[in-house]
Nanobody, 122 residues
Framework: QVRLVESGGGLVQAGGSLRLSCAASGRTFSSDVAAWFRQAPGKKRDFVAAIWWSGTNAAYADSVKGRFTISSDNAKNTVYLQMNNLNAEDTAVYYC???????????????WGQGTQVTVSS
């Protein structure tokens, strides 16, 4: 069973940057993809970005394209989400997830981290 631990969340002013990290252990073939989702209060969990652990083929939600970058360090079993030009609408709990394919539905991912809070002040 893969275990995921997120870190790097915090409070940042609008226009600022943060980098989230997701450290994985116990990876198997069923967790070849790492993804980031986010959930704001009272809203559903939304797809942000996903990448193969090999570093090939990333996908992004339209709302973060050009501002967020997902990357992976296979040797460290860690996936990163670099978030630039943040705005208030990016405020949410950010979750790391693992699954077999790049998909935008949270239902396609079986393993989840505990989440890390990102708050953007305007």
């Amino acid at each position: 069973q893969v275990r995921l631990v997120e870190s790097g969340g915090g409070l940042v002013q609008a226009g600022g940057s943060l980098r989230l990290s997701c450290a994985a252990s116990g990876r198997t073939f069923s967790s070849d993809v790492a993804a980031w989702f986010r959930q704001a209060p009272g809203k559903k969990r939304d797809f942000v970005a996903a990448i193969w652990w090999s570093g090939t083929n990333a996908a992004y939600a339209d709302s973060v394209k050009g501002r967020f970058t997902i990357s992976s360090d296979n040797a460290k079993n860690t996936v990163y989400l670099q978030m630039n030009n943040l705005n208030a609408e990016d405020t949410a709990v950010y979750y790391c997830a693992a699954g077999p394919f790049i998909r935008s539905s949270a239902l396609e991912y079986a393993a989840w981290g505990q989440g890390t809070q990102v708050t953007v002040s305007s």
